[in-house]
Every structure is written in C-alpha cells, then in structure tokens.
C-alpha cells in the first residue's frame, strides 16, 4: 500500500514556540492532504484540509493563525503550531488522498511544557 | 458522511475468526465503506473498503449486506498484533467530495492468547 511518512515522530517544546510538522507521501502524489488531532483515548478528529497550491480549508473551532497549513508540492504538507501551549500536547496525525483511499502517516506526538 | 454504529468492544481468542459488525443505516447510493485499525501510538491503517460487492484482501474480508445498512469486517485467523481500534466510516464517491474521513468511536478489539 502507499506510505505516509511523518517527522518528527516526537516533538517536546517550551510554551510558546513554535513547532513544525512535516507530512510526506512516499510512492505517491497527493493533491489533497488532511491533518486530524487526537487526544488520548478520543477518536481522529479533523482539523483541517490541506489542498496543493491553495489555502488549507479549516473545521469549525480550529484557529487557522495557531494551526498554519501549508502543502507546497504534492508530496509535501507541514503543519505548524504556532506559540504551542500546554492544551495543545496531542497526537497529530496526517494523511494523504492516494490512488483509491486515504493513507495515514504514523502520527507526532507533541508535548507542550 | 453518514454516521456508522459499532459495538464499543469485542474480545476474541488468539487463531480464531473475528467478526466486527457495522450498521448504517443511512447510507446512501454512493457511499463507500472503509474499514481503518488503529494500534495504540500509532495511526490509522487501511484494512480494506467496498461498494456493494463482498471484498477479499491479504488482511481482512469485507462482506456488505444485500440492503448495504450493515457491513462486517471478517478476520479470519485473529493474531495478538490484530489487538487494535477498528473504525467502519462511510465516504462519498471518491472522485466528489474532498475525501476527508470522519471518524466514530469505533470498535476496540482485544485478542487473548
């Protein structure tokens, strides 16, 4: 099957950095990518949808200047939590629209002190 | 997407075949159904998905009834690696909508050796 692959797989930052999240599909081109947020013992959650060339389409309650999206090419979405704060400590998983169904990459655990 | 209900939990004894049941009810015409599992600190991975047609893959068999209100993911010989939350989600036609999955509950699966 196609492979997504996510860096870093574990990211921990002092309250109010940043911290950025690459997404890559492997053997494929994905025009649309997507990155969920699960917390522990929650399902998937979607944040937000993330189109090659144009600008990332947000759910309700996700604030698109803390969660900056940007899919340059069509191997590539990075996802940018902007003055990270404790709340935000997650499991941040992405996937990418491939040939005949969505891939998942393995997930980044992001820990906020 | 229309909603899916899965039992909240199942167990299963090592070697034997494993049944994970799916209702949708609303379902409509155009609806894929998509079977994902999620291990524990790891994300979703495809298992297999269908129209209307039983499905058969190295992985798992997919068989829909004949209304398509319900579904069942068949593993034939569960492992203690088949240990894992399995999610039933519908999706409109693939080449429609922008593809994004919602995810329910799903169905955590324990396996004892």
């Known amino acids: 099957g196609a492979v997504v692959s996510q860096h870093p797989s574990r990211v921990i930052c002092k309250s109010g950095t940043s911290v950025k999240i690459e997404c890559r599909s492997l053997?494929?081109?994905?025009?649309?990518m997507f990155w969920y947020r699960q917390f522990p013992k929650q399902s998937l959650m979607l944040m937000a949808t993330?189109?090659?060339?144009?600008?990332?389409?947000?759910e309700q309650g996700v604030e698109k200047d803390k969660f900056l999206i940007n899919h340059a090419s069509l191997t590539l979405s990075t996802l940018t939590v902007t003055s990270a704060h404790p709340e935000d400590s997650s499991f941040y998983i992405c996937?990418?629209?491939?040939?005949?169904?969505?891939?998942f990459g393995p997930g980044t655990r992001l820990t906020v002190l | 997407d229309a909603k899916t209900t899965q039992p909240n939990s199942m167990e299963s004894n090592e070697e034997e075949p494993v049944h994970l049941p799916c209702n949708h009810s609303t379902i409509s015409g155009t609806d894929y159904i998509h079977w994902y599992r999620q291990l524990p600190s790891q994300g979703p991975e495809y298992v297999i998905h269908g129209l209307t047609s039983n499905v058969n893959n190295r992985m798992a068999s997919l068989a829909i009834a004949e209304d398509r209100k319900s579904s069942t993911l068949i593993l034939h010989r569960a492992t203690l690696r088949d240990a894992a939350v399995y999610y039933c989600i519908l999706r409109g036609d693939y080449g429609g909508s922008q593809g994004n999955l919602i995810f329910g509950k799903g169905t955590k699966l324990s396996v004892k050796p």
């Open positions: 993330s189109n090659e060339g144009s600008k990332a389409t947000y």
């Open positions: 996937s990418a629209m491939g040939p005949d169904t969505q891939y």
């Open positions: 053997d494929f081109q994905a025009t649309t």
